[in-house]
T-cell receptor, first 112, second 110 residues
């Protein structure tokens, strides 16, 4: 079936430290794996995505890695800042590219 | 921001009444989605559409129906609202890649 598991559900780090969030997906996912950030009271917004023909993608302090063999992908945030505090969601595309299924979310808290 | 609007943004209703939420886009995107967001459950897919009159179920479709008679509009209907359907509902649209969310509709069923 279609399933995305995300861990941890909460994560607290000190400002300047790194944060890592991991997701696993079930067999039938296709080739697109995005990450979304949701600030309190706002809509989720895309921060980075990766397609299955690459293993890693970086955008400034954010990077995503994909291991297709193990069926997992991870979000890495370096040099965290208080404004990184938010809920982060991973997702995977299923059903021939139509159905986007999200993980349960990780609440990241960056302490000054 | 992508051209996507939801209405109503807030609604309070009573158990057993019908409710329709509307999602409107100006981007001519093929895919449209309805998600619900509840604490501890993240974003769960209710239904999605891949074209006019083409819809499919998501993870939590029981108690919900959808219709898409025009490219720009995707309606979510609760035929008989229950308290368990109290939630924040997000519509989203997608073209070739990125998913864009609407601002959300907060529904309270008393």
């Amino acid at each position: 079936g279609e399933n995305v598991e995300q861990h941890p559900s909460t994560l607290s780090v000190q400002e300047g430290d790194s944060a890592v969030i991991k997701c696993t997906y079930s067999d039938s996912a296709s080739n697109y794996f995005p990450w979304y950030k949701q600030e309190l009271g706002k809509r989720p917004q895309l921060i980075i995505d990766i397609r299955s023909n690459v293993g890693e993608k970086k955008d400034q302090r954010i990077a995503v890695t994909l291991n297709k063999t193990a069926k997992h992908f991870s979000l890495h945030i370096t040099e965290t800042q208080p404004e990184d505090s938010a809920v982060y969601f991973c997702a995977a595309l299923y059903h021939q590219g139509g159905k986007l299924i999200f993980g349960q979310g990780t609440e990241l808290s960056v302490k000054p | 921001d992508a051209g996507i609007t939801q209405s109503p943004r807030h609604k309070v209703t009573e158990t057993g009444t019908p409710v329709t939420l509307r999602c409107h886009q100006t981007e001519n995107h093929r895919y449209m989605y309805w998600y619900r967001q509840d604490p501890g459950h993240g974003l769960r897919l209710i239904h999605y559409s891949y074209g006019v009159k083409d819809t499919d179920k998501g993870e939590v479709s029981d108690g919900y129906s959808v219709s898409r008679s025009k490219t720009e509009d995707f309606l979510l209907t609760l035929e008989s609202a229950t308290s368990s359907q109290t939630s924040v509902y997000f519509c989203a649209i997608r073209g070739a890649g990125e998913l864009f969310f609407g601002e959300g509709s907060r529904l309270t069923v008393l």
